[in-house]
């Protein structure tokens, strides 16, 4: 479904220049106490993204406060907390899982090589916690009429075919991002 867009590597760049943003962000507020904030960010390898878009997703914008030395990493639309995939993978696999997509479009998505078991753990996050997040919680209101939680995160992305989002994707994405930072000790590792 999304397939396409997952291959353009004009694609991650936009998410790179909005990353680019919301990083810019984050450093003029700068830190708790008032700390001048300084790059530090963290490698990242991310996997089924095409080899010549790799340099647009291969670190975290992260700061570190010159004064008292706190983490502070900006939200993002690349990656959603500490998987190896990158958030536009992870939210097209699961949207095409839960909305049963023809036979075609999930061969397509298997090319991608995530692990059946990612997957289901992957699906096992959207039934889960994420709708413990105050985000789901008290967004879902937004919409009307209510996003199917059986259907998530297919139902969810649908609501973004209307905006004038770059792609229904790319809306998602952004909806999504209060869920992208935790604390800096849950950034330092990545996990599958
Ligand atoms: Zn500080």
Redesign the pocket.
């Known amino acids: 479904m999304c397939r396409a867009t997952l291959q353009n590597s004009n694609f991650y760049r936009l998410l790179l220049r909005i990353d680019q943003g919301l990083a810019e962000q984050t450093r003029a507020q700068?830190?708790?106490?008032?700390?001048v904030?300084h790059s530090a960010r963290y490698p990242r390898k991310p996997r089924g993204i095409p080899r010549e878009a790799l340099p647009d997703c291969d670190f975290r914008y992260s700061f570190c406060?010159?004064?008292?030395?706190?983490r502070?990493t900006p939200v993002s639309v690349r990656f959603l907390g500490r998987r190896v995939y990158v958030a536009a993978i992870m939210v097209t696999v699961c949207a095409s899982r839960a909305s049963a997509g023809t036979a075609a479009a999930m061969r397509q998505l298997d090319s991608l090589d995530v692990p059946v078991s990612t997957i289901a753990r992957w699906r096992r996050w959207w039934r889960t916690e994420f709708m413990t997040t105050p985000l789901w919680l008290l967004g879902r209101s937004d919409f009307m009429p209510p996003v199917e939680p059986d259907l998530l995160p297919a139902s969810l992305l649908e609501r973004f075919v209307t905006t004038l989002q770059h792609s229904p994707l790319m809306g998602l994405l952004r909806w999504l991002t209060p869920l992208t930072s935790g604390s800096a000790a849950s950034n330092l590792r990545e996990v599958r």
């Open positions: 700068r830190c708790r106490c008032g700390g904030l406060c010159a004064g008292c030395r706190r502070t």
